[in-house]
Every structure is written in structure tokens, then in C-alpha cells.
């Protein structure tokens, strides 16, 4: 539980930039190895995590100026509702 929305997507950018260190890891131990194909791979996943930190910092950078506004809150609500999910290009064809 959060204490408020601008808690949860702070919890988030957090957890997003824990993700990035982890690929970024795994990029380290790939240019170590001289893994060319792996590097490759996880290039993917590094340009989408730089995507989804912005888009968090956009969303704690929103609640902020939102503040205690019911109405902005409710907009900014249907706004998210408005996302759609697709699946991560490598991840299409996984079985």
C-alpha cells in the first residue's frame, strides 16, 4: 500500500531503476564475454527501460502539479485507463 498515487509511482521510477541496473549488469557481463548476439539482444531492453523511467518521471513530474486537485486526479486517472498493453517485441514468439 502507498500512502498516496505520487507514492506509488515513486515506488515505481524505483523499482523501473532497479530493472535498469540489472540489465545494465548483464550488458557488463556480455561486453566481458565479448557476447555480441546478447549485446544485441539486450539493447531492446535497455531503450525500453530509458522509455519506461520517463514515462514515470512524466507521471510523478503530472501528480505533483495535480496535487490535491479531485478532478486532475480523476483526469489523470482516465488518462492511464486509456494505455494499452503489447507484447514486448522479443518476448512475441516466446512459448
Known sequence: EWAS??????ATLAHEKKVTALINDLYAVA???KDYATQ???KWFIDE???????????IDALKKIGDN????YMFDKELATRVYSTPSPLA???
Open 5 to 10: 498515487p505520487l507514492a506509488a509511482f515513486e
Open 31 to 33: 561486453v566481458e564475454e
Open 40 to 42: 544485441n539482444m539486450l
Open 49 to 59: 527501460q530509458v522509455e519506461e523511467e520517463q514515462n514515470a518521471r512524466g507521471y
Open 70 to 73: 479531485g478532478y486532475g486526479l
Open 93 to 95: 514468439n516466446a512459448e
